[in-house]
């Protein structure tokens, strides 16, 4: 079998035309949905994704606002600007990128975003309302992957879905969306003994582990399919993920490559989320 592909980046591209043609209509009724940006320091990785993000938001037509700051900003500083930012009528998702530097408790400051404009998801309050099933902001990277699910039909009810890792950003959180959509869910992690005998019962498997080649053909039952979030460098260089992908896609009945896989949905989640949280707040005004 030769699986077929999940192409992130075509699907983004229909969900972001969706997310322009919606700003367009939000515009009409006087609002512009808007997303602030703010980096600390000068890590290289993070100036790429918060530059890939403030250009997806303007490509759509988004207000989007990079409010860049020295490695020396102190917490203090960066929570003031976070409360302005809660209290800006013209920013409906707040997005602190990470790593920040060592000096600043990364838990405070998210803790700090008003949940209503936490577009990451990463808020305590937004993890409880996933896991009670509440309105709230879906961590986007493993709401992307529930999207490509959705876009190739797939039906979880009943089926066995097993994630390897455990993160609050991507395992733990893709575990509990799997199991809203009625999955049987197996949460794998660096303690578990033997994570081929798990992965084969899989009809899905997410891959969130940032090594290389965790998941190869012959942990793979055919027809599965298989998502893979991890970014990692092979020997030459290049970003590759956790998946065997030569080898898993004889297997698999889908797979999602990398790079062009999940990488772009995790953006394209962001517009979503953004969007959606201006959309409640003009329903707010309207009723209020
Ligand atoms: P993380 O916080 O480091 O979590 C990794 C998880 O993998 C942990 O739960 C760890 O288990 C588990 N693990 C480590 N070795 C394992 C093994 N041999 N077998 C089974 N499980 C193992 O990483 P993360 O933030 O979730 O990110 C995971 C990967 O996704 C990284 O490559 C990251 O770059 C990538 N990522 C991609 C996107 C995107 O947009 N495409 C977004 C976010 C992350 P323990 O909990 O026991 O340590």
Known sequence: MTAQ?????????????????????????????GLAVVLVGDNQASQVYVRNKVKACEDAGLHSVLEKYELNMTEAELLARVEALNNDDSIHGILVQLPLPAHIDAQKVIEAISPAKD???????????????????????????????????????????????????????????????????????????????????????????GKRNVLTADMVKPGAVVLDVGMNRNDEGKLCGDVDFDGVKEVASYITPVPG?????????LLVNTLESAQRALSEKQHA
């Not at 992130?8 to 939000?26: C, E, Y």
């Not at 009670?132 to 066995?160: A, N, R, V």
Request: proline share 5%; aromatic share 4%; with cysteine.
């Open 119 to 209: 577009v990451d998801g990463f808020h305590i309050a937004s993890a409880g309302a996933l896991m009670t099933g509440m309105p709230g902001f879906w961590p986007c990277t493993p709401y992307g992957c529930m999207k490509m699910l959705e876009s190739i039909g797939y039906q979880l009810k009943g089926k066995h879905a097993v994630v390897i890792g455990r993160s609050n950003i991507v395992g733990k959180p893709m575990a509990l969306m799997l199991l809203q959509q009625n999955a049987t869910v197996t949460i794998c992690h660096s303690g578990t003994k033997d994570l081929k005998a798990m992965t084969l019962q899989a009809d899905v498997i997410v891959a969130a582990v």
């Open 261 to 269: 896989g999940v990488g772009p949905m995790t953006i394209t989640m």
């Open 5 to 33: 592909l999940i192409d992130g980046n075509a699907l983004s591209k229909q969900l972001r035309a969706q997310v322009a043609a919606d700003t367009v209509k939000l515009k009409a009724q006087g609002l512009t949905p």
